[in-house]
């Protein structure tokens, strides 16, 4: 078994020789019922110039989110937050459980990525979590260039989203002195088939 230490041991040199990933703004909420976990996961991404909240339990990431119903929640859902880890073993409620919660219809958080971290390599367990909508799906012990790769992709993912929007008001307001013109119709982004595929053979590889 490895444990904290020995991840931070075999990451050292990449701590030393790499530039951080992440800005200050960029928020990951980090949930592991583990204390020993959730340091290491806490640790990897500060060590990443990452802004990191963590919590105990599923209960408590939705309760930081608001979206435990409940009129006396914590109540930081105003506060934004750009990546969702989770550990997929938990008392009271899996990771799974919570990741279905975020990606409810009736979340507003089921834009951001959600990422299912597990000591287990259960393929019919990675299948239902990327079927239901989790980003990605790490093998512990979680290592700094994991963290690394999945902020960079994700920061990436949000400049272009923004780039996007930029373009399409632009693009409706060139649109809006024409009366000829028909609005848009709004789709949602979802996983196709061959994009599940690709995430399950990349994620055998790296298991392999």
Do not use: W
Not at 9 to 20: E, F, G, K, T
Not at 156 to 169: D, I, L
């Amino acid at each position: 078994m490895t444990i904290a230490g020995d991840v931070f041991r075999l990451n050292l040199p990449q701590v030393l020789d790499d530039s951080p990933s992440c800005s200050q703004d960029f928020h990951v909420l980090a949930v592991d019922d583990s204390h020993v976990d959730r340091k290491v996961i806490e640790r990897l991404l500060k060590i990443s110039s990452c802004k990191v909240t963590v919590v105990d339990s599923g209960t408590r990431a939705l309760q930081y989110l608001g979206l435990d119903g409940e009129q006396n929640s914590i109540g930081f859902n105003s506060a934004k937050v750009n990546l969702i880890m989770t550990d997929y073993s938990m008392p009271g409620m899996t990771g799974y459980e919570l990741l279905k919660k975020i990606k409810q219809e009736s979340s507003m958080f089921r834009e951001i990525p959600v990422v299912i971290m597990s000591s287990e390599n259960i393929l019919t367990r990675i299948d239902r979590c990327l079927e239901e909508g989790a980003e990605e799906f790490l093998l512990k012990p979680v290592k700094l260039s994991d963290v690394k790769r999945l902020t960079d992709f994700i920061m990436k993912g949000e400049t272009k989203g923004k780039e996007k929007r930029s373009h399409k008001r632009r693009r409706s307001d060139d649109q809006s002195s024409s009366p000829s013109t028909l609005p848009l119709s709004k789709s949602h982004p979802s996983l196709s088939p061959s994009s599940l595929s690709s995430k399950r053979s990349r994620l055998q590889a790296d298991f392999d």
